[in-house]
């Protein structure tokens, strides 16, 4: 398995406050992916990598930065928190080399009061 | 640019029944294709995917899935659903072209199979 962990998995802080989430992975994978779940939209790509400092945006970038210092971190901030990004962050690697099956982390639970 | 379809968004299902779960796409091109399931609390997982070869696909725990390229579908399948079975399931499709290729979600069906 390709091992993912994300950091912190709850948090709850305040509308205008900077967050920053922590994607790891284990397994040497080139591509990195950020991604918002929220009921009734699915899954929407926020940020992706393809390699250490080289990230693009995906569909709901507004709001969102990332930052790919080595290969095992992805970092994605929020520059200041509003509640329309209250949702649950997933990270995922592309175990097959950008063939689209992607394994997911455990998820990081945002709450923006 | 590349979409995905899941008619049903919820279902009901007792257990024994069978399921299909329909998923149609747009693109023009070559596709892979997937199905990922998410339990209750859990993350995605992945169910099964097609990239090529048979369009007939067996995944995991009994599920199968059906590419039918003329018809732009890549449809869920499961011939005696269980309890365990209660989860979210989205179909997803990855266009396969030159330069990188973003993968692409459906809205998600979320199914309950009651006992």
């Known amino acids: 398995d390709a091992g993912i962990t994300q950091s912190p998995r709850h948090k709850v802080t305040e509308t205008g406050t900077p967050v920053t989430l922590r994607c790891h992975q284990t397994?040497?994978?080139?591509?990195m992916y950020w991604y918002r779940q929220d009921p009734g939209h699915g899954l929407r790509l926020i940020h992706y990598s393809y390699g250490v400092k080289d990230t693009d945006k995906g569909e709901v970038s507004d709001g969102y930065s990332v930052s790919r210092s080595k290969t095992e971190d992805f970092l994605l901030t929020l520059e200041s928190a509003t509640s329309s990004q209250t949702s649950v962050y997933f990270c995922?690697?592309?175990?097959?080399?950008?063939?689209?099956?992607?394994?997911f982390g455990e998820g990081s639970r945002l709450t923006v009061l | 640019a590349q979409s995905v379809s899941q008619h049903n968004h919820h279902v009901i299902l007792s257990e024994a029944a069978s399921l299909e779960l329909g998923c149609n796409y747009s693109?023009?091109?070559?596709?892979?294709l997937f199905w990922y399931v998410q339990y209750p609390g859990q993350h995605l997982q992945l169910l099964l995917k097609y990239f090529s070869g048979d369009p007939l696909v067996k995944g995991i725990k009994g599920f199968e899935a059906e590419f039918i390229k003329s018809k732009f579908s890549f449809n869920l399948r499961k011939p005696s659903v269980q309890w365990s079975d209660t989860a979210e399931y989205f179909c997803a499709v990855n266009g396969v072209n030159t330069g990188f290729q973003k993968l692409v979600f459906g809205t998600g069906t979320r199914l309950l199979v009651s006992p």
């Open positions: 397994e040497n994978h080139r591509y």
């Open positions: 693109y023009g091109g070559t596709v892979n």
């Open positions: 995922a690697t592309d175990v097959g080399g950008n063939t689209g099956e992607l394994f």
